[in-house]
């Protein structure tokens, strides 16, 4: 098994994925232009954690807008900002901040967790 | 103390789930052991590092550097289980016959160790980060159950581990000759699921906007959040609400995998031996 051996299987190998990958990356870097463009009517809340509790720990928000959270955490301790019903899952750690990026809702209850302390860390988003 | 093993648990096995199938898939890989053991123990420095700069790390890229630091590494994660299950497919007949021979380790190359420890590295890194911040939390808060929560997240952890071994086993006890196309069809739907995972993170920071709404909703048949879904869910990448860019991956990344793996498997030779 001689190095260059090694090196051609490498690249024989790995150049199929990155076609894809690149093609997603090229797609992803257009649609942050998108964004970007559309940043204007983004709606935008802002939630605490304090003793692992939300405040507010219930949002009213408009539907049909994208919408970007800014989640504060004053604890000390880290935490896991997460909600099945909105698909995201996201470290916070301790006395930071961290930004969720919503697509526009629609009408409905979404709740969300804190994942690290689920017993106390509760809270949900009306959409309507 | 309940909570946290269950967190812990949660995190390990996961990690664990995939370490377990991907060692399986490597069975009589020469040198498998220590790149597995390599793979874990970088995964773990990994995990401290990507814990002490969580924050640093979340407020790049206008706060999407946490979503883009996570598809980052399992895109990365991906080649390498594809890169490993392509050069299984090429050697799985010879390795097939030289571990019914000998009974012992092939000498037949290591070109997959380095893929076989990176992505053994990763799983571990990505979970197990979360594991460490859990933990500096339960530190950090210093309340007089500290001993008792750290006492339970070391219980997740070696039960998480116990479970993984199980799976291990379970898949090592599969006949030889079924063995390599059954755990190379695991670890390209594994890769597959991660890919759509890369691609939900990608959707999240806002960096997809195509075809990114749920196509369906299966949460009522199998939710993700249960243990069944969960291990799904890591092990062939079961979702309840894919996108259609989150399905388009799993998809194409699976595809290529098999095709290239068909492509580029070893040629038919004396088969009649193993009737």
């Known amino acids: 098994m001689s190095t260059s051996r090694f090196a051609r299987k490498v690249v024989r190998v790995l150049p199929s994925l990155p076609v894809f990958l690149a093609s997603l990356s090229v797609l992803g870097s257009a649609s942050l232009w998108a964004s970007i463009a559309q940043a204007e009517d983004t709606h935008e809340v802002e939630i605490s954690i304090k003793d692992h509790k939300f405040e507010p720990a219930s949002l009213k928000l408009p539907t049909g807008k994208p919408i970007k959270i800014l989640v504060k955490n004053l604890d000390a301790s880290p935490e896991e900002f997460e909600s099945h019903d909105l698909g995201f899952e996201k470290v916070i750690a301790g006395n930071s901040s961290a930004t969720i990026r919503l697509k526009p809702l629609k009408p409905g209850t979404y709740m969300f967790f804190g994942e690290y302390h689920e017993d106390t860390a509760l809270g949900h988003i009306v959409a309507e | 103390m309940l909570a946290a093993l269950v967190i812990v648990f949660r995190e390990v096995l996961e990690a664990g789930l995939i370490i377990g199938v991907v060692l399986a898939a490597s069975r009589g890989v020469h040198g498998r052991n220590g790149a597995v053991a390599l793979g874990v123990l970088a995964g773990i420095l990994g995990s401290v590092v990507v814990a002490i700069f969580a924050a640093s790390i979340s407020d790049a890229f206008d706060g999407r550097g946490q979503e883009i630091f996570i598809a980052a590494i399992l895109l990365f994660a991906v080649l ?3 890169w490993h299950v392509v050069w299984m497919a090429q050697h799985a007949r010879e390795m097939t016959q030289q571990l ?3 009974g012992s380790d092939v000498t037949a190359g290591r070109q997959s ?7 053994v590295a990763i799983a571990v890194m990505r979970e197990g980060s979360e594991v460490v911040l859990f933990m500096m ?3 950090m808060q210093g309340s007089n159950t500290m001993g008792e929560l750290l006492a339970g997240s070391g219980i997740g952890l070696l039960l998480g581990a116990a479970v993984s071994m199980v799976l291990y086993f379970g898949l090592a006890a599969i006949p030889l000759k079924r063995m390599f196309s059954v755990t ?6 594994l890769a597959a699921g991660l890919a759509a995972s890369a691609v939900k993170q990608l959707s999240n920071a ?3 906007d195509v075809f990114d709404t749920p196509l369906w909703n299966s949460s009522f048949i199998l939710s993700e959040d249960s243990w069944p879904g969960r291990i799904l ?3 062939i990448g079961y979702m309840d609400r894919p996108t259609g860019m989150q399905l388009i991956a799993y998809v194409v990344t699976a595809a290529t995998i098999f095709i290239l793996s068909y492509v580029r498997r070893a040629p038919e030779r004396r088969t009649a031996l193993s009737a």
């Open chain 2, 80 to 82: 390498m289980l594809a």
């Open chain 2, 100 to 102: 019914r021979q000998l």
């Open chain 2, 113 to 119: 160790l380095f893929a076989l420890g990176a992505a």
């Open chain 2, 137 to 139: 939390g339960i530190v």
């Open chain 2, 184 to 189: 190379g069809v695991l670890v390209t739907l």
């Open chain 2, 206 to 208: 806002g960096l997809i």
């Open chain 2, 233 to 235: 869910h890591v092990l």
